[in-house]
Nanobody, 123 residues
Framework: QVQLVESGGGLVQAGGSLRLSCAAS????????MGWFRQAPGKEREFVAT????????AYAASVKGRFTISRDNAKNMVYLQMNSLKPEDTALYFC????????????????WGQGTQVTVSS
């Protein structure tokens, strides 16, 4: 079992930055691929970014590529999402998730989910 707790969300103006954190506890954090997803009101949950077990491989949604950076610190059981040049359309509830796969991009590839942290970007 893996427990995930997100933090770092908040209200920011367009063009600003936020850094989301995800603290993991439980089994073998370093053996899980980790990802970030988001869900805006009235929309389906969508993939944002993923990082491999080792941290060597990453993948991003086209909408955030070049603006967001995912990273992890296996010694601290932490995953981060640095979000720069934020836009109003980035407003959503952001979720951290853990997968037995290495660089998964589909939500059905993830088995553990956090409760989410709200990000609101004002125009």
């Amino acid at each position: 079992q893996v427990q995930l707790v997100e933090s770092g969300g908040g209200l920011v103006q367009a063009g600003g930055s936020l850094r989301l954190s995800c603290a993991a506890s439980g089994r073998s954090f370093g053996s899980f691929g980790m990802g970030w997803f988001r869900q805006a009101p009235g929309k389906e949950r969508e993939f944002v970014a993923t990082i491999s077990w080792s941290g060597d491989n990453t993948a991003y949604a086209a909408s955030v590529k070049g603006r967001f950076t995912i990273s992890r610190d296996n010694a601290k059981n932490m995953v981060y999402l640095q979000m720069n040049s934020l836009k109003p359309e980035d407003t959503a509830l952001y979720f951290c998730a853990a997968s037995i796969y290495d660089v998964p991009t589909r939500s059905d590839e993830y088995v553990y989910w956090g409760q989410g942290t709200q990000v609101t970007v004002s125009s």
